[in-house]
């Protein structure tokens, strides 16, 4: 089992920037996929970004198309962290983020970004972006 916690979640006016961290522990494993994903009052929870990587390839990165090119995520394998650095948020971007991991080496889609696909799920951080 693997414990996630997440951090840097805060209130930011519009146009500002947030980065979000999801450290990792308890069992390692050397391939896999994490993925942030976030939930408003109300709605599902969306698929935000995702991450994979195995013992032989760098790995690959991928984004809702809502994200793309303000958000950018990266994984840091010495500290066991995933991080989301956030850039020109807007209010619509107001959620909960949340970070999921999974054991599987996730290049699809439909894996990717599914909430069923992880069985590691972090608490939570708030995000408010104000108009």
């Known amino acids: 089992q693997v414990q996630l916690v997440e951090s840097g979640g805060g209130l930011v006016q519009a146009g500002g920037s947030l980065r979000l961290s999801c450290a990792a522990s308890?069992?390692?494993?050397?391939?896999?996929?994490m993925a942030w994903f976030r939930q408003a009052p109300g709605k599902e929870r969306e698929f935000v970004s995702a991450i994979n990587w195995s013992s032989r390839s760098s790995g690959s990165t991928y984004y809702a198309d809502s994200v793309k090119g303000r958000f950018t995520i990266s994984r840091d394998n010495a500290k066991k962290t995933v991080y989301l650095q956030m850039n020109s948020l807007k209010p619509e971007d107001t959620a909960v983020y949340y970070c999921a991991a999974s054991t599987l080496y996730y290049t699809r889609s439909y894996y990717y970004s599914s909430t069923p696909s992880y069985d590691s799920w972090g608490q939570g951080t708030q995000v408010t972006v104000s108009s």
């Open positions: 308890g069992r390692t494993f050397s391939s896999g996929t």
